[in-house]
């Protein structure tokens, strides 16, 4: 079956300890793409990878890094997670960025 | 800046009528447009995808339409079900296909 798999699904963290959400999909795809989606804020892109090692920010990058060092894996990394990065977050992969993309199913993140 | 509106933030309709859904932009130049249905605590699934050069696109009861001069896509679904009943997303990339913006959705509801 065609997915892209995000873990974990829920997680409460500290100010400061650094995560690793990852996210993988078995589609081969070469585009994928991090987002955070807050109420009344709507889906806000934060880093997309056109191949791997190919890297680029969104429009909400800060505090955030990535890396795709294979095809099939994007991890997202809060290296100081803070208050304001509690949010959903969802991971996206498309075979180019100009076709539909399929999402995760979701990450919820508290920091407190 | 940029910025995409969709017609407010809840519709609720009778089953059986045609629902419709607006998505308008400024500041953009988009190559296509992209619509998404959204489940609660679910990540959006594609539905569809309309080109800058193509005025309308269906599937099967759904129809996008793309007025790239009034900056606007029209998204309808006829013979509406209570199973159409979740939040609907447009997604704009910025005429490079690989950043996108999303709507912050609307919020719909077919009254049985």
């Known amino acids: 079956e065609a997915q892209v798999t995000q873990n974990p699904r829920y997680l409460i963290t500290v100010t400061g300890k650094k995560l690793t959400v990852t996210c993988s999909q078995n589609m081969n795809h070469e585009y994928m793409s991090w987002y955070r989606q807050d109420p009344g804020l709507g889906l806000r892109q934060i880093y997309y990878s056109m191949n791997v090692e190919v890297t680029d920010k969104g429009d909400v990058p800060e505090g955030y890094k990535v890396s795709r060092k294979e095809k099939r894996n994007f991890p997202l990394i809060l290296e100081s997670p803070s208050p304001n990065q509690t949010s959903l977050y969802f991971c996206?992969?498309?075979?180019?960025?100009?076709?539909?993309?399929?999402f995760g199913q979701g990450t919820r993140l508290t920091v407190v | 800046s940029q910025k995409i509106e969709q017609n407010s933030e809840a519709l609720n309709i009778q089953e059986g009528k045609t629902a419709t859904l607006t998505c308008n932009y400024t500041n953009y130049s988009p190559a296509y447009l992209q619509w998404y249905r959204q489940d609660p605590g679910r990540g959006p699934v594609f539905l569809l995808l309309i080109r800058e050069n193509e005025k309308e696109k269906r599937k099967e009861r759904l129809k996008v339409t793309f007025d790239t001069t009034l900056k606007q896509s029209l998204f309808h679904i006829t013979a509406s079900q209570p199973a159409d009943s979740a939040t609907y997303l447009c997604?704009?990339?910025?005429?490079?296909?690989?950043?996108?913006?999303f709507g912050t959705g609307t919020s719909l509801t077919v009254i049985p």
């Open positions: 997604a704009l990339d910025l005429d490079t296909g690989n950043q996108f913006y």
């Open positions: 996206a992969s498309s075979s180019s960025g100009a076709t539909e993309a399929f």
